[in-house]
């Protein structure tokens, strides 16, 4: 039902900044900017999502939202919108799985430089645990080809959570993605579960130390797929970015590296694979 993450969005109250650091992660311009629904938003393209830069900037129910989500919880990630193929059917089909979809209404995304309206609903977030989910009646992504020395696409976005169990039930049943991981390990102090979306995984951590509880679950972070490693360190490194050393992965045949600044307070690994 959920056929592929349209794109991930973030709030910033600094458009500007947060346009500038982003275009110096892809290493290239943003897709187009526009004003809608009481926000300003930029938008960039990549091989799998897009990700979108949102600001509140006048009236309009967006707008509204924007400015809570950066009164309660600061800059930083902010919601994922789910491509689907039928938006009617997956809303009467989470309907009945217990989630309750809002009414539908006008979702602005980028086109052409400007602004178009795509059919979304929202999930209501006492339903989802915290996480901000909308339904979108939108095409999957055209895919961009990157630049070596950038981030290209998103490998794994990554949620934590205080109860694994409870987002075992969502996001493999009530969203029905595909389970492709679930393991504990001390040695990370986390127990880690894989939900395969497209060619992506979100990732749900949870802390082993900190026990079970009802807390509401929280953007973790984000990993961003380079082509080469070394180029986009060295790149970032030159602009004045603090970058990481690399090292390996968990991943069989992968290497990280940790962008310390300039990602609007997002925590942000880069990660390549050997081919």
Not at 84 to 98: H, I, Q, S, T, Y
Request: overall charge neutral; proline content about 5%; aromatic content about 6%.
């Amino acid at each position: 039902m959920l056929t592929s993450i349209h794109h991930v969005a973030l709030a910033t109250a600094d458009l500007d900044a947060a346009a500038r650091a982003y275009s110096l992660l892809f290493n290239r311009a943003p897709d187009g900017a526009f004003a809608a629904h009481g926000t300003r938003q930029v938008w960039f393209s990549t091989s799998n999502i897009r990700f979108a830069l949102i600001a509140p900037d006048g009236a309009g129910g967006q707008g509204d939202a924007a400015r809570a989500r950066l009164a309660e919880a600061g800059e930083g990630l902010w919601s994922i919108c789910y491509c689907v193929d039928d938006l009617d059917k997956a809303a009467n089909l989470f309907e009945r799985r217990g989630l309750a979809p809002a009414a539908e209404q006008a979702l602005a995304v980028e086109a052409n430089g400007g602004a178009a309206n795509v059919r979304a609903r929202h999930l209501p977030v006492a339903a989802t645990h915290g996480i901000e989910m909308i339904l979108a009646a939108a095409p999957p992504p055209v895919r961009v080809q990157g630049a070596a020395d950038a981030a290209s696409g998103l490998d794994h976005l990554v949620i934590r959570t205080a109860d694994p169990e409870r987002t075992v039930a969502l996001y493999g049943g009530r969203l029905g993605l595909d389970m492709r991981l679930d393991r504990s390990n001390p040695a990370w102090g986390a127990r880690l579960l894989f939900f395969r979306c497209g060619d992506l995984v979100v990732e749900i951590a949870h802390e082993l130390k900190g026990g079970v509880s009802q807390k509401p679950d929280w953007f973790g972070g984000i990993s961003w797929r380079v082509p080469d490693m070394e180029a986009t360190r060295a790149r970032l490194a030159g602009a004045g970015r603090s970058v990481s050393e690399a090292r390996r992965g968990r991943r069989p045949g992968s290497h990280v590296c940790t962008l310390r600044d300039g990602t609007a307070n997002v925590p942000t690994i880069l990660l390549s694979v050997e081919s």
